[in-house]
């Protein structure tokens, strides 16, 4: 069963810059499709990226689409979510899941995912 742990996260201002990691305890890893979700307080938890599991394609929901990045490194068997010109909106607890199922464009929807990690919070102040 894949454990994934993710960091990077903090708090930083607005039109700041900040990358996620999320790092896999099983080398199975490489094989799932990788995603990134978000929850803010009082909020349904969200889609936000994934990438399929050899890279080739990704997916982004509308509200990042441009200032965000997904990407992975199969020899570290981590996966990464750049985040640019961050606004508070932004502010959410993100959580990294990897999905046993490899679709392209990569699955958006949360059920998909069979493994998360526990969440990393990224607080953006305006």
């Known amino acids: 069963q894949a454990q994934l742990v993710e960091t990077g996260g903090g708090l930083v201002q607005a039109g700041d810059s900040l990358r996620l990691s999320c790092a896999a305890s099983e080398r199975t890893f490489i094989y799932y499709t990788s995603g990134w979700f978000r929850q803010a307080p009082g909020k349904e938890r969200e889609f936000v990226a994934a990438?399929?599991?050899?890279?080739?394609?990704?997916s982004y929901a509308d509200s990042v689409k441009g200032r965000f990045t997904i990407s992975r490194d199969m020899a570290k068997n981590t996966v990464f979510l750049q985040m640019n010109s961050l606004k508070p909106e932004d502010t959410a607890v993100y959580y990294c899941?990897?999905?046993?199922?490899?679709?392209?464009?990569?699955?958006?929807?949360?059920?998909?995912?069979?493994?998360w990690g526990q969440g990393t919070q990224v607080t953006v102040s305006s």
């Open positions: 990438i399929t599991y050899n890279g080739r394609s990704t």
């Open positions: 899941a990897a999905a046993l199922r490899n679709t392209v464009p990569p699955v958006r929807i949360a059920s998909e995912y069979t493994y």
